[in-house]
C-alpha cells in the first residue's frame, strides 16, 4: 500500500537512507536505491523519482531492508535486482548464471550485423550459442533476426531454466532449442550450423581466484584452466566439423589472449579468414573465424 497519509515512511526518506548504505560499497548508490525501490513498488524508476512525498508501509520497506542487506553482503547487484539489461533487453539473472557484460554486446552486434547479410541455400539459418548461461546471447539474436533458428547449450540445468525463462519472456522459446550438452553438439545430434558465436570461461585459474566476483558468480562460467585457454581450445577443436562452408565462428576472450587464440585457430582453420576485433576500450576481445 501506498499513500500521502502520516504513519508510513517516504519514498524521499527512505532512498535518503539507502543512499547512504550503499554509499560504502556503490559507484551510483543513488540509481542503485531507485532500482530496488522500483522493483519493491513495481514501477518505474521516473516514477520513484516523481514521487518522493509518497508513504511507503512497514512490508514493502521490510523487503526493501532484506534487499540493501543482501548487498552489504557483498551480493552482486543484478543478482539481488534479479534481473539485468543486455543490448535493450532485460534477462532475469540468479547466481546459476553469469551477469551479463557490455564487452559480450560487440560479439551479438558483430553476429547480427553478419546474419544480416547472409542468406544459405537449401536450408534455414542455423546458430549455436555455446555455453549459453541466462540465454541472453541467443535470445538477442532471435530476437534481432528473425529467420533464424538458435540451438542453446549449457552443462548447467539450472541455467537452461533460466534461459528458458528469458526465451518465453521474450517470446523467442519456439525458435531455441536448449540442450544439456558440453559445448558444441556432436554431428549426430544436430546438423552443422550456419553460425557458431561463444563466450567461453577465459579467466586464468590463478587470476580468477584473486578476482572479486569470485566465489560470488558461478565459476563453472568464468574459470578458463591454468593458461584461460582451455575452453577455447576445446571449441577451436570442435568448430570446424560443427560449421558449414562458408560458415563463421566468433568467441569473446580474455583481453590479453589474443596472440595465443590467434594461434590455436591458424594450427586448427588451415583454410580460413582469422581475425581478431578490438572492443571499445581497444583490447582484443573478439575472435572471428570464416570458414
Not at 68 to 95: D, M
Not at 107 to 117: F, K, Q, S, T
Not at 210 to 216: D, F, S, V
Request: with cysteine; glycine share 8%; aromatic share 6%.
Amino acid at each position: 500500500m501506498m499513500n500521502n497519509k502520516v504513519g508510513g515512511k517516504a519514498v524521499g526518506e527512505v532512498l535518503e537512507d539507502f543512499i547512504f548504505r550503499l554509499g560504502k560499497n556503490s559507484d551510483t548508490p543513488g540509481l542503485d536505491a531507485q532500482e530496488l525501490l522500483a522493483r519493491v513498488l513495481d514501477r518505474p524508476t521516473s516514477w520513484v523519482r516523481a514521487h518522493p512525498e509518497i508513504c511507503l508501509n512497514r512490508s514493502r520497506i521490510a523487503r526493501l531492508e532484506n534487499l540493501v542487506s543482501r548487498l552489504e553482503r557483498g551480493e552482486p547487484f543484478p543478482y539481488v535486482l534479479g534481473r539485468w539489461e543486455f543490448l535493450g533487453l532485460e534477462f532475469e539473472v540468479t547466481p546459476d548464471v553469469l551477469i551479463p557484460r557490455p564487452e559480450t554486446e560487440l560479439l551479438v552486434e558483430r553476429a547480427i550485423a553478419w546474419l544480416g547479410g547472409r542468406t544459405i541455400n537449401n536450408g534455414e539459418r542455423r546458430v549455436l550459442d555455446v555455453g549459453t548461461g541466462c540465454g541472453c546471447i541467443a535470445i538477442s539474436l532471435a530476437v534481432n533476426v528473425p529467420g533464424i533458428r538458435v540451438t542453446a547449450t549449457d552443462i548447467s540445468p539450472a541455467a537452461l531454466a533460466v534461459a528458458r525463462r528469458n526465451a518465453r519472456k521474450w517470446h523467442v522459446l519456439d525458435r531455441i532449442s536448449f540442450l544439456d550438452v558440453d559445448l558444441i553438439p556432436d554431428a549426430t545430434v544436430t546438423d552443422p550450423f550456419f553460425l557458431i558465436v561463444a563466450n567461453p570461461p577465459y579467466i586464468p585459474t590463478k587470476t580468477l581466484h584473486r578476482l572479486p566476483i569470485y566465489g560470488r558468480e558461478p565459476t563453472l562460467a568464468l574459470d578458463g584452466g591454468s593458461d584461460g585457454l582451455d575452453l577455447i581450445r576445446r571449441i577451436l577443436a570442435k568448430a570446424p566439423e560443427g560449421l558449414i562452408p562458408g560458415g563463421l565462428l566468433l568467441m569473446e576472450i580474455e583481453a590479453s589472449e589474443g596472440p595465443a587464440a590467434l594461434s590455436l585457430a591458424y594450427d586448427l582453420f588451415t583454410k580460413a579468414e582469422i581475425h581478431l576485433h578490438k572492443d571499445l576500450a581497444g583490447r582484443d576481445r573478439i575472435l572471428e573465424v570464416q570458414v
